[in-house]
């Protein structure tokens, strides 16, 4: 036990180092920088049964401070009033155009068949592609832009920040951020080239149409999961310049609104953030509970007491600087701090077994992930 503590804190050490790093110098999409130019930009999003979303998700976007763009809506066979609320906008806005979705053949996932549709309908030199409970800031497209011509990007992509109301929400949601800005210095998603060190969110993924074609499109990960990671990976082997940056301040989002659509949602991509690899996959979830749990209850034994208050000072110290950062539920983060990762390894774990056994779904439809390794 004395030498887990001691393992606890070598390997907090550096998590603690990243999260700091990230909270001084971080890529912010909320920073502004000049436009040069102002390029065409479609805004790319696909729907299934997001009656409840999709129009404020629309109405954020007309109210963008950016000029010259399009949004293309994609219905993907939803069975609620998605369809009949895209074509009102579109009835309405002349820079809206509905799209309707064909059926998903064999071999695709469900949103990357609908990426794949809406950008075989782009006129864009620009593609946003966004989800339907994403709330973008008036800034956020000329943000993006500009983010993307400074730094000659063929890849921008920002993790928005998340809204959380219930309690499981605001237990696990600032875990999956933490593995994102406590595991991973951002700039090195730009300064690398190493496709490990890639990272992007399918909430908010911007490509030039070049670097798009260039690396396939949804086309070249038509079967990932986790198809946001595998692209910003592919553009990283393609030679494309990319960033990772936090979205807060300009683009939000609630994933998900009750225990189980926090529980089946994040399911269907925890496993997939190794790769479907076993081995890895069970290297992580043990350190993550050596590191964030094992204090907690180590500290009630005299002999480990003193190693133990500092594991847990620097859980802490590292949960205050996420959550005063990137806006995450402040006492949720730092008091329940261990619970929500435990939650997480569940999940973590269902999503292991549910992906092995086949038996993953999301909104009605079976998942099919890769061969577990």
């Given at each position: 036990m004395f030498t887990l503590m001691l393992i606890s804190i070598a390997l907090l050490a550096p998590v603690?180092?990243?999260t700091l790093f990230n909270a001084l110098t971080a890529p912010m999409l909320k920073k502004s920088h000049s436009l040069q130019t102002r390029p065409h930009v479609s805004v790319l999003i696909p729907a299934r049964n997001e009656e409840a979303n999709i129009g404020d998700c629309i109405e954020g976007f007309l109210a963008q401070d950016y000029d010259n763009f399009e949004i293309l809506v994609l219905n993907d066979q939803s069975t609620d009033r998605t369809g009949t609320i895209i074509e009102k906008f579109s009835e309405r806005h002349p820079e809206v155009q509905a799209i309707h979705g064909e059926p998903l053949p064999s071999g695709w996932m469900g949103k990357n068949w609908a990426c794949h549709q809406l950008s075989q309908h782009t006129n864009g030199e620009i593609l946003i592609f966004t989800d339907a409970d994403n709330r973008p800031a008036p800034n956020a497209i000329t943000n993006t832009v500009a983010y993307m011509q400074k730094l000659e990007l063929g890849l921008l992509s920002a993790f928005p920040e998340k809204v959380t109301v219930t309690l499981s929400e605001k237990l696990v949601v600032p875990?999956?951020?933490?593995f994102v800005y406590a595991g991973l210095p951002l700039w090195l998603t730009y300064f690398s080239r190493f496709p490990s060190l890639a990272a992007a969110s399918g909430l908010w993924i911007a490509f030039t149409r070049d670097a798009y074609q260039k690396i396939g499109g949804h086309h070249a990960v038509s079967n990932?999961?986790?198809?946001d990671v595998e692209l910003s990976r592919l553009a990283k082997k393609?030679?494309?310049r990319i960033l990772t940056s936090a979205g807060t301040?300009?683009?939000?989002c609630r994933m998900y609104h009750s225990f189980d659509e926090v529980w089946n949602g994040f399911?269907?991509?925890l496993f997939g953030l190794v790769r479907y690899k076993t081995i890895p996959f069970f290297i992580l979830s043990l350190s993550l509970w050596i590191m964030c749990v094992l204090p907690y209850i180590a500290v009630w034994f005299a002999p480990l007491r003193e190693l133990s208050i500092l594991a847990i000072a620097m859980n802490i110290v590292m949960r205050i600087v996420l959550a005063r950062k990137y806006r995450h539920p402040f006492w949720t983060s730092t008091i329940l701090h261990p619970f929500g990762v435990l939650l997480t390894l569940g999940i973590g774990i269902n999503s292991f077994f549910q992906i092995k056994r086949g038996r993953l779904q999301w909104k009605?439809?079976?998942i099919h992930g890769p061969q577990v390794r």
């Open positions: 603690l180092a990243v875990v999956i951020d933490m990932q999961v986790v198809e393609r030679g494309i301040h300009v683009v939000s399911s269907k991509n009605g439809r079976q």
